[in-house]
């Protein structure tokens, strides 16, 4: 046998009974001391602290009063921007087109991006998944578009439109 194998099972009852009086004995504060002044003057010895406001802690990340309701609204404006993108009025296959297109589809992504971030600040469960699902919409909407141009996809297309040929 080894030196550093222990003979017989471990007593965690034992164990666990001097961790609950250890920490019995060193009780832990509620609230952690302020410290006052800065590094620089704690070691200067002048003795001066100068007291800094210390920033409140709130109970939940999200602040303010309707920060809910503009994580609502931005999670709509992107839902509305990503399902427009649907019925795009122009044709988008090369050149100038498709860079607006594509300029809207990085627009939805924005969106999606910022109503993630938002929704997981006011810890709103359903907006998330929302945003989620808005942002895998916006990455489906650039992938179509971006992936045959760079030769991923089976079909291929161009990022610009053909010269005009000259007519005889």
């Given amino acids: 046998m080894s030196a550093d ?6 007593d965690w009852d034992r164990e666990l009974a001097e961790i609950d009086k250890l920490i019995a004995q060193n009780p832990v504060p509620a609230q952690l001391p302020e410290k006052r002044g800065t590094a620089a003057q704690r070691h200067s010895g002048t003795g001066q602290s100068v007291q800094s406001p210390r920033a409140a802690v709130p109970l939940s990340p999200a602040s303010g009063r309707y920060a ?3 994580t609502w609204l931005r999670l709509t ?3 509305a921007v990503g399902v427009g993108m649907t019925q795009w009025p ?3 296959g090369c050149g100038l087109p498709l860079a607006a297109y594509l300029a809207g589809v990085a627009t939805v992504i924005v969106a999606a991006l910022w109503s993630v971030v ?3 600040r006011t810890r709103s469960g359903f907006a998330h998944f929302l945003s989620i699902a808005l942002l895998v919409w916006g990455g489906a909407l650039a992938a179509r578009e971006v992936l045959p141009r ?3 996809a089976k079909d291929t ?3 610009q439109c053909p010269a005009p040929s000259p007519t005889p």
Avoid: D, M, Q, V
């Fill in 5 to 10: 194998k222990k003979e017989g099972p471990r």
């Fill in 68 to 70: 809910t309701l503009f």
């Fill in 77 to 79: 404006l992107g839902l």
């Fill in 90 to 92: 122009y044709t988008h």
């Fill in 118 to 120: 938002s929704s997981w």
């Fill in 150 to 152: 760079i030769g991923y």
């Fill in 157 to 159: 297309a161009t990022w």
